[in-house]
C-alpha cells in the first residue's frame, strides 16, 4: 500500500453500513468520522419503520454514546454529523433491504462504493426465526442490494470466527461450502430450514408470544446441534456464509471473522464499550459475588480482540480488495495465534482488580472476592452446580414452603444466583472448554502490508502482539466493564 493509501481510499467515498446501532458499528463510524472527515457520505441502515423513527434511534442509541466526544470536541456538536452522514430506515431480512423510499434508494444504488454488513443478533439463544432472518438471509439480502450498486468496489461482511463451532487445533481461514456441516451429517440445506421455521410458527399460530419464544429458542439449538453447532448464533452465522460463497458470481467479497470481541484498546479512548456480552458476564458475575467458581479449562486459550482493532482490520481490509472480483478473502481477526491468553489469567487477573478495587453492592459495602474453585471438565462443572447449588436450592425451597416462606428472602437470592450461573454454563461452555487457535495468515498479510507504512500503522493498528493482556485486561477492560455494565 502507498503512503497515505488508506486514507485517500476513504476521501469522497459513500459507504452503506448496516446494522448501525451495533457496538462495532458504531466504533466503525467513529472512526472513518474522526480519521477522514472528507469521506462524502455514510448511509446508515438502521433498523426501523420511517425516517422519524431512524433518526430517534440514532440520536438515542448512537451519537448520545461518549465514544463520539472526541468527534464533536474536534468538528463541532452536529455540524459534521450533518454533512455527512444520512439516515436510511430499512431492515435487511427485507428485500431491498426494506428501504421504502424510492428516491433515497436510487441514490444509495448510485454512488455507494462500498458496502459494510454489519448487521446480526449476537444472542446464542436467540429465537430460530429471528437468527436465521438477521445472520443467515440478511446477508444474502445486502449482497443482491450491493449487486445493484452501479459504483460498488466491495461488499465487506462480518462474521464470526466461531462458526467453526468447537473445532479442535488449528482453524483455517476457509469459507464454507453450501450444505458444509460440522459432524459429517447429510441434509443440511437451507431452504428446508426455512420451511422448518414457517411450519414451526404456523403450529404456534394461536399460542401467546412468551409461550412461542422458548420454543423458537429450542428449535435454534436442536436444529444447530443436529449438523454440529453448539448455538444458533453460530450456526445461523454459518449459513449466511454459505449463501454470500454460493451467490458472490462477480462481487468483491470480503468476510471478517472476529473472536471475542472486547473494549477498545487505544481509540478513540481505550475501554470504551457497550453492554455486558460474553465473558463479561462473568466479570460482572464474579466481581459482585454471584459466583463461586470458574466452570472452563484452565488452559483453554480464550481468543479476545479489541474493538478497535477490528475495525482498523476490516478498515485495511476494503482498501486491499476493492475491485478484486475473482475471489473472496476470509480474515480471522484475533489473538490465539499471534498473542494467546490462557482462561486461568484471565481469572487471575479479575481476582487481583477486584481486590485491588472493589465493587461496592446497594449498601454501599465492599464485595469480598476470593479465588474460586476452578472446574476444569464438563464433569466436574455438573458435580459442582448439583452438590453446591441444585440440591441446596430444592432443600431451602422445602424449608421455605413448610416455615410459610420465612425463608423467603434467601430462597430468592440462591434462585437468582443459580439462574445466572446455568445460563452462563450453557451459553459459554463450548468456549470455555475450546480446544481450538485461529490460524491468520492472512491478516498477518493485511498487518505486514501497513507496517510498510509507519504512518498508517499508527492509524491502523491490529496487531494483537502489542496488547499486554494483563494491564489491558485488568485496567482497560475490566475498568470498562465496571464502568458501563456494573448496576446496583
Not at 488452559?299 to 477490528?310: C, W
Request: hydrophobic share 40%.
Amino acid at each position: 500500500m502507498e503512503h497515505s493509501s488508506i486514507l485517500h481510499f476513504f476521501e469522497n467515498k459513500s459507504i452503506l453500513v448496516t446494522g448501525a446501532t451495533g457496538s462495532l458499528a458504531k466504533v466503525l463510524i467513529e472512526k472513518i468520522l474522526r480519521v477522514q472527515p472528507n469521506v462524502k457520505k455514510l448511509y446508515l441502515l438502521l433498523r426501523a419503520p420511517d425516517s422519524n423513527s431512524a433518526l430517534h434511534r440514532f440520536n438515542n442509541e448512537v451519537m448520545a454514546k461518549d465514544l463520539f466526544r472526541i468527534v464533536r470536541e474536534k468538528y463541532g456538536d452536529d455540524d459534521l454529523i450533518r454533512e455527512k452522514v444520512s439516515l436510511v430506515a430499512g431492515d435487511i431480512t427485507l428485500e431491498s433491504l426494506g428501504i421504502e423510499e424510492f428516491s433515497l434508494q436510487a441514490e444509495i444504488l448510485r454512488q455507494v462504493q462500498v458496502v459494510i454488513n454489519l448487521a446480526a443478533t449476537t444472542d446464542f439463544d436467540e429465537r430460530y426465526d429471528i437468527a436465521f432472518g438477521i445472520n443467515t438471509i440478511g446477508p444474502l439480502n445486502v449482497l443482491n442490494f450491493s449487486r445493484n450498486c452501479s459504483k460498488l468496489r466491495l461488499f465487506l461482511h462480518v462474521s464470526t470466527a466461531y462458526v467453526c463451532g468447537e473445532k479442535e487445533g488449528i482453524v483455517v481461514e476457509k469459507l464454507f461450502k453450501m450444505g458444509d456441516t460440522l459432524n459429517g451429517a447429510r441434509g443440511l440445506d437451507i431452504s428446508t430450514e426455512k420451511e422448518v421455521i414457517e411450519g414451526k410458527l404456523k403450529e404456534l399460530k394461536a399460542e401467546q408470544k412468551s409461550y412461542i419464544s422458548p420454543i423458537m429458542k429450542d428449535l435454534g439449538i436442536q436444529r444447530a446441534n443436529k449438523y454440529g453447532w453448539p448455538n444458533t448464533y453460530a450456526f445461523t452465522k454459518a449459513m449466511g456464509e454459505m449463501l454470500l460463497g454460493k451467490w458472490k458470481d462477480k462481487v468483491p467479497l470480503v468476510i471478517i471473522r472476529p473472536t471475542i470481541i472486547t473494549s477498545t484498546y487505544k481509540e478513540p479512548f481505550p475501554g470504551w464499550l457497550e453492554g455486558v456480552r460474553n465473558i463479561d458476564s462473568f466479570v460482572v458475575g464474579y466481581g459482585k459475588g454471584k459466583i463461586s467458581c470458574f466452570p472452563g479449562d484452565p488452559q483453554t486459550i480464550v481468543d479476545l480482540i479489541p474493538a478497535d482493532m477490528v475495525v482498523n482490520a476490516m478498515i485495511v481490509a476494503v482498501v486491499a480488495h476493492a475491485d478484486q472480483t475473482t475471489d473472496h478473502a476470509i480474515y480471522h481477526v484475533g489473538s490465539s495465534m499471534a498473542n494467546p491468553v490462557l482462561y486461568s489469567s484471565l481469572q487471575d487477573y479479575g481476582l487481583r482488580y477486584f481486590t485491588e478495587q472493589p465493587w461496592l453492592n446497594k449498601d454501599r459495602e465492599p464485595v469480598i472476592v476470593r479465588k474460586c474453585t476452578k472446574l476444569s471438565t464438563e464433569t466436574m462443572v455438573n458435580i459442582y452446580i448439583s452438590f453446591h447449588y441444585l440440591i441446596p436450592l430444592k432443600i431451602l425451597g422445602l424449608v421455605n414452603t413448610a416455615s410459610c416462606q420465612y425463608f423467603e428472602d434467601a430462597y430468592v437470592d440462591l434462585s437468582r444466583k443459580v439462574k445466572f450461573l446455568m445460563r452462563l454454563v450453557q451459553l459459554f461452555k463450548p468456549y470455555l472448554f475450546f480446544k481450538g487457535v485461529f490460524d491468520d495468515i492472512n491478516t498477518e498479510k493485511l498487518r505486514r502490508a501497513v507496517r510498510e507504512n509507519e504512518v498508517e500503522d499508527g492509524i491502523f493498528y491490529f496487531d494483537p502482539r502489542t496488547i499486554n493482556w494483563a494491564e489491558y485486561f485488568m485496567y482497560t477492560h475490566i475498568a470498562a466493564v465496571v464502568k458501563y455494565g456494573f448496576k446496583r
